[in-house]
């Protein structure tokens, strides 16, 4: 018997093809009346077409979300739903849209609903790292857990396969940091296996056919559970590496995760051989020792980016990059080792082969 402590609150998640057709009944269900919709700019068409039927119940609309949840963004979105007085928040998008979402929320404390359009995984947990000073932060809050989440994949088919697999690989990132984690338990092993599983099912079929519903169904359900395994926590050392490069050297967050994910994996290897075991047969390797191939493989299968080189580090950066994740670490299975971080780095920004260097 393994001991452990699980801890999830419950949610109402909604998934199927037009799914977002019941927006007005979820929001009724909540209580609410007065929803303001959030949003990423360029996205406000999407936003106002499948948050129309709402009628004088959305009163207003914030397109101004942005990647990293920079905490002034956060603070103008705070003030608009003040104005108008809203009692609930609709985001419609990905992790950006939600992170506002959840920014807006930890302050005013009203429902959130999420319309999910990306893989982040986001819309399943009360975390949220905030760009503040520079740095990304992480905060954690009850008021930042989304109340309902809808998954309707005729709203996903126009995301572009460029953006599609890397945000699929964020999701993988959260389902592999759960598994290698100091904590695990049966029901986060469990969903983790499920979420790579689909992903790894969903994503290659994508990448070949963009409008393919099913297979952008089966992508939101890999979401909704490499989300719960985001929400019953394992981040490690591989999320503390994509929140520093993605957040202090403003590189783009899903591709970092994907670019950094195998070779985060293989320093994770030697401590956590049974878990490697587990994500290598979930990905369908048969070396079962080679977790982090496998992903790298799923990443090149997708074509997703492959080194830090390609989403913009500059190789100048690596040391003051490998100084910032020494400090304020998230626990990890392996040890922090300074100079083996500043390797892996190195290895990533070359998109050397994982686990040689
Ligand atoms: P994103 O939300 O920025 O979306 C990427 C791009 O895709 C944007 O330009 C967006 O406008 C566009 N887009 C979204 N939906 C679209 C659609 N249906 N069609 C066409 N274009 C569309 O990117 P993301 O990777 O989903 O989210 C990244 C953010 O989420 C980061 O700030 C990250 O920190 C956060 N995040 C948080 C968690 C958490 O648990 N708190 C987990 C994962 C990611």
């Known amino acids: 018997m393994q001991p452990f402590t699980h801890d999830i609150a419950p949610g109402r998640v909604v998934l199927g093809a037009g799914a977002v057709d019941k927006l007005s009944a979820e929001i009724e269900l909540l209580g609410a ?3 303001l919709v959030l949003a990423t700019p360029g996205r406000e ?46 985001t419609i998008g990905g992790g950006s849209a939600i992170g506002l979402g959840k920014g807006v929320a930890l302050e005013l404390g009203i429902p959130l609903i999420c319309i999910v359009t990306t893989y982040s995984g986001s819309e399943m947990t009360d975390a ?28 996903t088919v126009g ?26 338990t049966p029901m986060k092993s469990l969903i983790s296996l499920e979420g790579i599983r689909a992903m790894a099912d969903a994503l290659p079929r994508i990448y070949q056919n963009p409008d393919d519903i099913d297979a952008r ?33 403003g590189l783009p967050h899903a591709e970092t995760h994907t670019v950094l994910l195998p070779y985060s994996t ?9 878990a490697m075991a587990t994500i290598a047969n979930a990905l369908g390797q048969s070396n ?56 892996l780095l190195q290895a990533a920004f070359e998109g050397a082969e994982p686990g040689a260097q």
């Open 33 to 35: 009346s007065r929803a």
């Open 45 to 90: 068409e999407q936003a106002d077409a499948a948050t129309s039927s709402l009628g004088s119940a959305r009163v207003g609309l914030f397109a101004k979300a942005k990647m990293h949840t920079p905490v002034d963004v956060s603070a103008a979105g705070q003030a608009e739903a003040r104005r108008l007085n809203a009692d609930c928040l609709v």
């Open 159 to 184: 995301l572009p396969p460029s953006i599609s697999g890397p945000s699929g690989m964020n999701a993988v990132a959260h389902c592999v940091s759960a598994i290698c984690s100091l904590n695990p």
């Open 288 to 343: 079962s020792a080679d977790a982090a191939g496998a992903l790298s493989n799923l990443s090149k299968t997708i074509g997703a980016p492959a080194s830090l080189k390609a989403v913009g580090m500059l190789e100048s950066d690596l040391d003051k990059a490998a100084d910032e994740v020494m400090e304020n670490q998230y626990p990890n299975a392996a040890p922090y080792d300074r100079n083996k971080i500043r390797a």
């Open 217 to 249: 169904g089966d992508a939101l359900y890999g979401a909704w559970n490499c989300g719960i395994a985001a929400g019953l926590g394992g981040r490690g050392l591989h999320h503390k590496l994509a929140h520093v490069v993605g957040g202090s050297f």
């Open 266 to 274: 293989a320093y994770n290897a030697p401590a956590v051989p049974d």
């Open 128 to 155: 949220c790292g905030m760009l503040d000073g520079g740095r990304k932060v992480m905060h954690q809050s009850p008021n930042m857990r989304p109340k309902t989440v809808i998954y309707d994949p005729e709203l």
